[in-house]
């Protein structure tokens, strides 16, 4: 992609310093330069502006300045590559803020490129957030109420809108002895909700995730899997809500009290990656300057 771009830019070179017989007169007021209007360090601003300007040439030329697919292309692929370096350090930076939270699934940005109806030449390119299920290690907690899974499943917990998965199982029993996350939503059972009493005798939960108070036993968790994890939706901090026609299906994995499982999450990994979005970042950034500065040379050539 640079060497086609380098070669449109030379061509721009040539065209610049050609006569354009039988142009119309044009209005020469045109929007602000990147220096006036662009705060220092704004990537947002900046492509903001430079994508205005561009929308302005096409309109006030008389004819388009070079053949399509050369500049046009080339600014194009310079804000997709700019839209998937966002996207990517989004996923970077939730990693790397729950590097410390029980049961986090580590984020990554997907992408995927497709040529765009009715613009021969144009590809767009589509990132999206996907989430990597695989095992964190497990670490001994001085709390009864903190759970793990070791294997396939999901605890339940009931949220706002409706039933939320995790395995974040660092919870908590409140006053009324109800089992809740660290949040303060209740955690679901299999049948009616059970209580705990907080001031009662130990707990103990055994590896299908029934719970037991002395000799009383209180319930069974709520512990379920699904036969695709990857049509999750990830909806922060470890927790997920289900897409629509998801069937749940028996969970294989065993309940370890007194265990958390940690996030799968390496931080040095995730700097690494950090480094190497923000190169791509700054790369296709001084791609879409150098396209707007030649736009610019060549619109004082028509006007000047």
């Known amino acids: 992609m640079q060497a086609g771009l380098l070669a449109g830019l030379l061509h721009m070179e040539e065209e610049a310093g050609k006569s354009f017989p039988g142009r119309e007169d044009v209005s020469t007021e045109r929007p602000a330069l990147e220096s006036e209007q662009r705060p220092e360090g704004t990537h947002k601003s900046f492509l903001c502006s430079g994508l205005r300007r561009f929308s302005w040439l096409e309109h006030r030329l008389a004819r388009p300045v070079l053949p399509r ?53 144009y590809l767009e390119v589509d990132t999206k957030h996907r989430s990597d299920f695989s095992q964190g290690d497990l670490k001994r907690s001085s709390s009864p109420y903190h759970l793990a899974i ?21 919870f908590k029993v409140d006053g009324a002895g109800v089992l809740q996350t660290s949040e303060g939503n209740p955690v679901a059972w299999d049948a009616n909700s059970a209580v705990i009493d907080p001031h009662g005798d130990i707990v103990q939960v055994d ?45 294989q994995g065993a309940v370890h009290q007194g265990h958390l499982e940690r996030s799968n999450v390496s931080s040095m990994d995730e700097l690494v990656s950090m480094i190497t979005v ?13 396209i707007n500065r030649t736009y610019e040379r060549l619109l004082q050539q028509r006007i000047g």
């Open 69 to 121: 697919g050369v500049m046009d292309t080339g600014l194009y692929s310079g804000v997709s590559a700019l839209r998937t370096a966002e996207k990517r350090m989004e996923a970077i930076t939730a990693n790397l803020a729950n590097v410390d939270t029980p049961g986090f699934k580590r984020q990554s940005g997907a992408s995927r490129a497709f040529t765009v109806p009715k613009a021969e030449g």
């Open 150 to 170: 070791d294997g396939r499943g999901w605890f339940v917990t009931e949220g706002q809108s409706g039933e939320v998965y995790t395995r974040r199982g660092n």
């Open 207 to 251: 590896a299908n995730g029934v719970v037991h108070q002395g000799d009383k036993e209180v319930g069974r968790l709520r512990i379920v899997d699904f036969a695709d994890d990857s049509k999750l939706q990830s909806i922060g901090g470890g927790y997920f809500a289900a897409s629509e026609g998801m069937k749940e299906v028996a969970a």
């Open 278 to 290: 923000q190169r791509s970042f700054e790369s296709a950034n001084r791609l879409v300057q150098m």
